[in-house]
């Protein structure tokens, strides 16, 4: 008896960064990842409690999703949030029903599109950006934060908390991974006590606003109508039951 051969159908997803922050070496860089469709393998993943309780679920599904050879860490968050959303579609096509003040209402997430980028804005295999902050005048050059760099910043605040279960260092720690030099200056010592002791509040809202609308992403706001037959903008949730919102989790 011959054996019988699948193959799984793909898809090539556009990345909102269109891999101008990534290396020319770095397979990202073509700005394109191949993504294969759900399968009941990959509804194990999104249901496995281990991976739920430790926060890694979405994570795993992906990487079991990407078809493409790139090591997943490398991603900037703009463009697993697109994978995220061409996962959910491959999986269980474009509707979302949500509950909305109340209500039921159903997302088309086919029209969620990727932030209109300039080639401008970004140079080619550069993830470094200048910033003079508007307060101090202090000059800064940031970065955005990739897969890898959430896990570090992760890490490392679960470990501030053990020492101190009362601090709130979430913000400083991001900052302290966004900022890659300060004045000219890209020692970590200095950036570190610059965040700690120097960095306005006025000017970390700066930095972060700015950072919020530069970076490449997708437009999550999408339009939607409601029972009473009007429209609202409003922001589409993601997270486990984005995949799967019947799942009994």
Same mark, same amino acid.
């Given at each position: 008896?011959?054996?019988?051969?699948?193959?799984?159908?793909?898809? %090539? &997803? !556009?990345?909102?960064?269109?891999?101008?922050?990534?290396?020319?070496?770095?397979?990202?860089?073509?700005?394109?990842?191949?993504?294969?469709?759900?399968?009941?393998?990959?509804?194990? =993943? #999104?249901?496995?409690?281990?991976?739920?309780?430790?926060?890694?679920? #979405?994570?795993?599904? *992906?990487? @079991?999703?990407?078809?493409?050879?790139?090591?997943?860490?490398? $991603? %900037?968050?703009?463009?697993?949030? @697109?994978?995220?959303? @061409? @996962?959910?579609? $491959?999986?269980?096509?474009?509707?979302?029903?949500?509950?909305?003040?109340?209500?039921?209402?159903? %997302? !088309? $997430?086919?029209?969620?599109?990727?932030?209109? %980028?300039?080639?401008? !804005?970004?140079?080619?295999?550069?993830?470094?950006?200048?910033?003079?902050?508007?307060?101090?005048?202090?000059?800064?050059?940031?970065?955005?934060?990739?897969?890898?760099?959430?896990?570090? =910043?992760?890490?490392? =605040?679960?470990? #501030?908390?053990?020492?101190?279960?009362?601090?709130?260092?979430?913000?400083?720690?991001?900052?302290?991974?966004?900022?890659?030099?300060? /004045?000219?200056?890209?020692?970590?010592? /200095?950036? +570190?006590?610059?965040?700690?002791?120097?960095? *306005?509040?006025?000017?970390?809202?700066? #930095? +972060?606003?700015?950072?919020? /609308?530069?970076?490449? /992403?997708?437009?999550?706001? &999408?339009?939607?109508?409601? =029972?009473?037959?009007?429209?609202?903008?409003?922001? &589409?949730?993601?997270?486990?039951?984005?995949?799967?919102?019947?799942?009994? *989790?």
């Amino acid at each position: 008896m011959s054996e019988t051969k699948f193959k799984f159908p793909t898809e %090539i &997803v !556009d990345l909102p960064s269109k891999g101008l922050l990534y290396d020319k070496e770095n397979p990202l860089s073509s700005g394109k990842i191949e993504m294969k469709y759900m399968t009941a393998k990959e509804e194990d =993943i #999104l249901t496995n409690q281990s991976y739920i309780s430790n926060g890694t679920v #979405l994570d795993r599904l *992906l990487k @079991a999703l990407i078809v493409s050879k790139v090591d997943y860490n490398d $991603l %900037i968050v703009g463009d697993k949030n @697109a994978l995220l959303i @061409a @996962a959910r579609i $491959l999986g269980y096509g474009n509707d979302y029903v949500i509950t909305y003040k109340g209500e039921e209402v159903k %997302i !088309d $997430l086919s029209i969620i599109d990727n932030k209109k %980028i300039t080639n401008k !804005d970004f140079e080619s295999g550069k993830n470094e950006f200048p910033f003079t902050l508007p307060k101090s005048g202090t000059v800064i050059t940031f970065k955005l934060l990739t897969h890898g760099d959430e896990m570090k =910043i992760e890490k490392e =605040i679960k470990g #501030l908390k053990k020492i101190n279960p009362n601090g709130s260092p979430e913000l400083s720690t991001r900052l302290k991974y966004m900022i890659v030099s300060v /004045d000219g200056s890209s020692e970590k010592k /200095d950036v +570190r006590e610059y965040v700690d002791n120097y960095f *306005l509040a006025q000017d970390s809202r700066a #930095l +972060r606003n700015y950072i919020k /609308d530069f970076q490449p /992403d997708v437009n999550l706001k &999408v339009p939607v109508e409601t =029972i009473q037959g009007g429209e609202e903008d409003i922001q &589409v949730p993601i997270g486990l039951t984005f995949f799967w919102p019947d799942a009994d *989790l």
